[in-house]
């Protein structure tokens, strides 16, 4: 059996959850067992059950995403480029694109049936793991380490977006671009993007504007989504050579900002200037689906 919902992709399914759970339970007990996890006040429980909150919600919200669309494990026919890697990516830096046209190498011509995998597949596993990487950044929202431990959001949220560039490398480089692929590396930028500014928020890091640039994506999707509802027009979205870019200085950003490397003013001044283009885009790229403005006068 072959198909999405086949024995063996469940299996890896549950065993990916299991060692994603493994994997952030293993920190949680180091986490528990350093002095330099002291518990923020007023919320009950140890440092590590605080952290165990939101790194759970998150770590299950990857889980349950990727169990949601285990059919989606198939080769998307309506196009022969494939671009996995980077549509999430492009969603952080002001990208209104959800995985419209998903783009998968050599899936065959029109009016195939899309080939199904029965695993997961090592490029999903990455995208997983990612995943699991921004759930460990998610904890600490609600606490604070000191010491070396600082350094561990950082880490984290940096290995996240670095492997960013590998998942997308490793389904194309094995001919297994995937639709599932594809959705799950956008639903894992989408939460790195969301929780890691937070964190730096909560410290104290970054302005609490900044989160803006998290809303920015919910308020597109509700913006298109009225549209819709409303039987208004939704025109498609160019490429853009400008959101690649963008969301790698977000990302680059974010990690120095969550890092112990720079005063804090110095950072609260640089968010607003690596704040405002993106947000620019947003505008622009919801002018365009919008009908407003002429796809072809984004310039990029």
Same mark, same amino acid.
């Given at each position: ?15 990916g959850?299991?060692?994603?759970a493994?994997?952030?339970?293993a920190?949680?007990v ?7 996890l ?41 196009? !022969? %480029? =494939? $671009? @996995? *890697?980077s549509r999430? &990516? +492009?969603? /952080? #830096? !002001? %990208? =209104? $694109? @959800? *995985?419209?046209?998903? &783009? +998968?190498? /050599? #899936? !065959? %011509?029109?009016? @195939? ?6 695993t ?14 921004f ?13 070396r ?21 490793i ?29 730096a ?8 504007w ?27 979205l ?32 640089l ?13 622009r ?16």
């Amino acid at each position: 059996m072959t198909g999405a919902r086949s024995p063996r992709l469940r299996r890896q399914w549950r065993g990916g959850a299991l060692a994603l759970a493994a994997a952030l339970t293993a920190l949680g007990v180091a986490l528990d067992a350093s002095p330099a996890l002291p518990r923020l006040p007023g919320l009950p429980g140890s440092a590590a059950v605080q952290w165990a909150v939101p790194t759970a919600a998150a770590g299950g919200f990857v889980v349950w995403f990727c169990r949601r669309h285990l059919d989606a494990n198939r080769r998307d026919p309506t196009t !022969g %480029t =494939s $671009e @996995e *890697g980077s549509r999430a &990516s +492009e969603e /952080g #830096s !002001g %990208t =209104s $694109e @959800e *995985g419209s046209g998903t &783009s +998968e190498e /050599g #899936s !065959g %011509t029109e009016g @195939e049936r899309p080939r199904r995998y029965a695993t997961l597949g090592l490029a999903n596993a990455v995208t997983v793991a990612r995943g699991g990487l921004f759930a460990a950044v998610a904890g600490f929202a609600a606490v604070e380490p000191a010491g070396r431990v600082v350094w561990l959001p950082a880490l984290c949220y940096g290995t996240g977006c670095l492997l960013d560039l590998a998942d997308g490398a490793i389904a194309r480089r094995r001919g297994r671009t995937t639709v599932l692929g594809a959705k799950l590396d956008m639903a894992v930028d989408t939460l790195g993007f969301l929780v890691a500014p937070v964190v730096a928020v909560v410290w104290g890091r970054l302005p609490v504007w900044y989160l803006s640039l998290s809303a920015a994506r919910y308020l597109f999707k509700a913006g298109r989504g009225y549209r819709r509802a409303r039987g208004r027009p939704v025109y498609d979205l160019p490429s853009s050579a400008v959101r690649r870019p963008l969301a790698g200085v977000q990302m680059a950003f974010i990690s120095v900002a969550l890092a112990p490397v720079l005063p804090v003013a110095t950072v609260r001044a640089l968010a607003a200037v690596v704040l405002a283009p993106s947000l620019a885009v947003f505008a622009r790229d919801y002018l365009v689906v919008s009908g407003r403005l002429s796809a072809g006068d984004d310039g990029g």
